[in-house]
RNA sequence: GGGUCGGUACCGAAGCGGUCAAACGGGGCAGACUGUAAAUCUGCUGGGCUCCGCCCUACGGAGGUUCAAAUCCUUCCCGGCCCA
């Protein structure tokens, strides 16, 4: 059984440099679970650790992918279990450092086991549909396809909704009968480590970060990822920080709002994140700090 | 000084005699989330309860009209604009 601490905490809460105080101590190497600090040259704006702090201690799962690739939850975990059960197998210490809910619950608990990718052309093909005739005639078709999800997502989260359909559509076998297939998590234990901050002292820094980011080159990392050729509308340039500043360099929108509007965005993200990370913590292992 | 428009809950903003504790948006808070997750979605947001209903305090202040007022009248205070 190999003992896995996860470092948890929302954004700006000081993950990182509670990680590096561990390295410190212990010959360990750091899975990062953050869902955007896996694309390239989205720097600044995720807050990645530094080159320096990055030379300290092995890093996995960052800068992996290019703003462009189709990655999942489902996939990171996978990647990432093998990985960790790697390093403790050369004789370090893993290390889960991340705020992204569901990598991390990925990664320590498994999702389910899909090995066929969802075909694209349906995806796009739902994504139009819904665009022409809004969520309720998709709802209405999970109905027929897969009960059990559609009484289940009564809230009719388009998302959700989408992505039991493409399951089907894809595979042919119901997403809510694919969940049975569980993939073994049971060579780890991890254990939680959660940095609790107070909420304002939280926001109070989180507002600073962003005025940091801004003053850092956020604006000129965006518009050269931007003439790289990435489109604004890939999924990971539809991050806090980027997508506003985004609009900023098409003229829609001010300097000032731009700004306040990515602190905003960020203090909002923030409390998704406690949302996830209080379950973590109520529903088992709660380890203090 | 005269005229005029306006002062509504944390903010913006509807309502203009009863069905109003007050639409809607923002903000805040809480939550859901098994493969797009920094995404997407839901709920609550005057106070107190014996909490699927009841009580209290509320729509700038004070009076008044009315069975009944955020909504009508008087007056006072405070803002915007126009004229002096």
Redesign the pocket.
């Known amino acids: 059984m190999i003992d896995t601490i996860v470092v948890c905490g929302a954004?700006a809460s000081g993950k990182t440099a509670y990680s590096l105080q561990l390295a410190e101590k212990q010959d360990i190497e750091i899975i990062s679970a953050?869902?955007?600090?896996v694309y390239k040259f989205l720097t600044i704006?995720?807050?990645k650790p530094s080159a320096s702090e990055m030379q300290k201690v092995k890093h996995h799962y960052i800068d992996i992918l290019m703003p462009d690739a189709n990655?999942?939850?489902?996939?990171y975990g996978?990647q990432a279990y093998a990985t960790l059960i790697d390093i403790a197998e050369r004789g370090k210490t893993p290390v889960i450092v991340g705020?992204?809910?569901?990598?991390i619950?990925?990664l320590c608990e498994g999702?389910?086991?899909?090995d066929t990718?969802?075909d694209v052309g349906i995806?796009n093909k739902l994504?139009m549909e819904l665009q022409a005739n809004g969520i309720d005639t998709l709802y209405n078709k999970l109905k027929e396809v897969d009960a059990p999800l559609y009484n289940l997502y009564s809230?009719?989260?388009?998302?959700?909704v989408?992505?039991a359909l493409e399951y089907y559509y894809s595979n042919g076998i119901r997403?809510s009968d694919a969940?049975a297939n569980?993939?073994s998590r049971d060579r780890i234990k991890p254990r939680y480590v959660f940095i609790d901050v107070a909420?304002d002292v939280l926001?109070d820094k989180i507002n600073r970060r962003v005025m940091q980011m801004w003053e850092d080159g956020l604006v000129d990392e965006t518009e050269s990822v931007l003439n790289m050729g990435y489109s604004p509308t890939l999924?990971s340039l539809?991050?806090?920080?980027y997508k506003e500043t985004i609009v900023y360099l098409n003229g829609d929108m001010s300097l000032d709002t731009a700004i306040s509007e990515i602190q905003?965005?960020?203090?909002?993200?923030a409390?998704?994140?406690?949302?996830?990370l209080?379950?973590f913590i109520l529903e088992e292992k709660l380890s203090e700090l």
């Not at 905003?264 to 993200?269: A, I, L």
């Not at 409390?271 to 996830?276: D, M, P, S, V």
């Open positions: 954004t953050d869902s955007r600090q704006g995720t807050a990655y999942s939850a489902g996939e996978e705020g992204s809910g569901l990598y619950k990925s999702l389910f086991k899909e990718p969802v995806r994504e809230d009719r989260n388009p998302r959700r989408l992505r997403l969940y569980k993939p909420r926001y999924n539809n991050t806090v920080g905003k965005n960020t203090r909002h993200y409390k998704r994140q406690l949302t996830w209080r379950k």
